[in-house]
């Protein structure tokens, strides 16, 4: 597939790869300097084979009313995969006052590609902003690139070879396409027979540690509900990997009860809990950023990190994977249950009086453990909801195989 070009104002392409936006000064009347064919021979040269979207009429009359021409630069910003900015700036004839205003629109977008010649006028601000959002990023995403050729080559890296993409597909960037949060859900909307008719990225965050990780995003979306025959316009979708959660219970031998049966918990400070003490009373659990893992492994990692906790992996029952608030989030838990000896819970009570403390510091991560009984959780409201709905699962299902006496 060969590299192909659209101008402003003609339309995307039925199929898409991958697509770069040339945002930067631009011409304004004949005569003046236009770097962007220069910009689309140097793709070309580093082998990018997806569609260039360069904001200028292909004949070179701007249109009469420019709110149509703004209209198209902002809907292809938002969708486009990259944001390929080079700024020439010549203060008589390509002042690019335009181009400050999108530079700091899309510097923390995750998707800002910016270079400069090295005796471009007024950089200095752009280049030390660009390197402080980026500080973190491995070469060459850390520094703004200082020649046409090596943004393209930055370009090319950052992108692959794209995914191919139809219709509404089209109008989410790659970064958020690949993720198997959106997959996920993308997969499960088309098997129940809806579509996609439209998309925006309204936020996203990206972790610049991991290669700029896209970890989360919210996409306003717009569905053609099959069952109903109706479009539903006005939600988005906010996601995130996919969790493993761990339900690690001992049953009370003297009782038998199942509100005596004794759970291990972790008491960290989130930022978004809402309680009494400021700390997230919650299961051991959460996510990696490593494609493929087994989320039994991931589990076992996980009980390992936040409570010191070493158990082999086929320990970890499964349960069941569900959505934890489907209005609004659209990860899934998948829940596993440990039983553990009366010597592990022991183990943990221990470490519990102790105070010992656990997590990855470098991930801010800090966390304790907490033994309590489920008629304690309960009464004490130590969980939300949906953790209350993992704990009542692994424990019932435990509870209900115990030969206790009638």
Not at 19 to 48: C, H, M, Q
Not at 239 to 268: G, N
Not at 280 to 292: A, E, M, Q, R
């Amino acid at each position: 597939m060969a590299l192909q070009v659209v101008h402003s104002p003609e339309e995307l392409p039925e199929t898409i790869t991958s697509t770069v936006f040339l945002a930067g000064p631009s011409p304004r009347k004949e005569g003046d300097p236009n770097w962007r064919p220069e910009a689309i021979e140097a793709l070309r040269r580093a082998g990018y084979m997806g569609t260039v979207l360069a904001p200028v009429p292909r004949n070179g009359e701007w249109p009469r009313d420019y709110n149509d021409q703004i209209a198209w630069e902002s809907a292809h910003l938002v969708c486009c995969d990259v944001v390929l900015m080079w700024v020439p700036r010549d203060l008589q004839l390509l002042p690019g006052f335009t181009t400050n205003v999108e530079f700091g629109e899309w510097l923390n977008s995750g998707k800002l590609l910016y270079g400069r010649p090295e005796d471009s006028p007024k950089a200095s601000y752009l280049d030390a902003r660009y390197r402080t959002v980026n500080s973190k990023q491995k070469p060459p995403f850390h520094e703004p690139a200082a020649t046409l050729d090596h943004l393209a080559q930055m370009v090319v890296q950052r992108l692959g070879e794209g995914a191919a993409r139809t219709a509404a597909e089209r109008l989410v960037p790659l970064a958020v396409w690949r993720t198997p949060q959106f997959q996920g859900w993308y997969r499960e909307l088309t098997q129940a027979g809806n579509r996609l008719d439209a998309a925006r990225v309204l936020w996203s965050f990206y972790i610049p540690q991991a290669n700029n990780l896209l970890l989360s995003y919210a996409l306003h979306v717009k569905i053609w509900v099959a069952a109903e025959q109706r479009h539903k316009e006005n939600e988005f979708i906010l996601s995130r990997p996919d969790i493993s959660a761990i339900c690690a219970f001992c049953p009370d031998e003297a009782t038998h009860a199942l509100l005596d049966m004794r759970i291990v918990l972790i008491r960290e400070f989130r930022s978004p809990g809402r309680t009494a003490d400021g700390f997230v009373h919650d299961l051991p659990g959460g996510s990696t950023f490593k494609p493929g893992v087994d989320p039994r492994e991931v589990a076992a990692g996980e009980l390992r990190e936040e409570t010191g906790m070493t158990l082999p992996a086929e320990r970890f029952q499964p349960l069941e994977a569900r959505q934890l608030v489907a209005p609004f989030s659209t990860h899934k838990a998948y829940l596993f249950g440990v039983r553990l000896t009366p010597q592990e819970l022991a183990e943990a009570e221990r470490r519990e009086r102790e105070g010992q403390i656990f997590g990855v510091a470098a991930d801010t991560e800090r966390t304790q453990l907490e033994v309590r009984t489920l008629g304690q959780i309960l009464e004490e409201r130590l969980v939300d909801h949906a953790s209350v709905g993992m704990i009542m699962q692994a424990c019932l299902s435990s509870w209900m195989e115990i030969d206790k006496p009638r």
